[in-house]
């Protein structure tokens, strides 16, 4: 079982930043991915940033370039760090956490942090 508290939601002016952050705990070691998703209203939940145990990172094309997504091991702690805030980055964004044994996937989720980009 993997535990996820995220933390630094809130409101931001367009331009703005803020950096969102994921402390995991519980079986961490066997946590294969991890990622942020976020869900904007009347849209699918969507993949903004992930980072995989090797290190590869894929960001959302809509959120390249401004959101960078990384991880301090030592803290057990995934950050997005989130530059030149647009409105439409407006959503409540979830951590998650991926892992796979054998076949078998399972997906463990935050309980969200909601992010307002408005003037």
């Known amino acids: 079982q993997v535990q996820l508290v995220e933390s630094g939601g809130g409101l931001a002016q367009p331009g703005g930043s803020l950096r969102l952050s994921c402390a995991s705990s519980?079986?961490?070691?066997?946590?294969?991915?991890m990622g942020w998703y976020r869900q904007a209203p009347g849209k699918e939940r969507e993949l903004v940033a992930g980072i995989t145990r090797g290190g590869s990172i894929n960001y959302a094309d809509s959120v390249k370039g401004r959101f960078t997504i990384s991880r301090d091991n030592a803290k057990n702690t995934v950050y997005l760090q989130m530059n030149s805030l647009k409105p439409e980055d407006t959503a409540v964004y979830y951590c998650?956490?991926?892992?796979?044994?054998?076949?078998?996937?399972?997906?463990?989720w935050g309980q969200g942090t909601q992010v307002t980009v408005s003037s």
């Open positions: 998650n956490a991926q892992t796979l044994r054998f076949s078998s996937v399972n997906n463990y």
């Open positions: 519980g079986s961490i070691f066997s946590i294969d991915a």
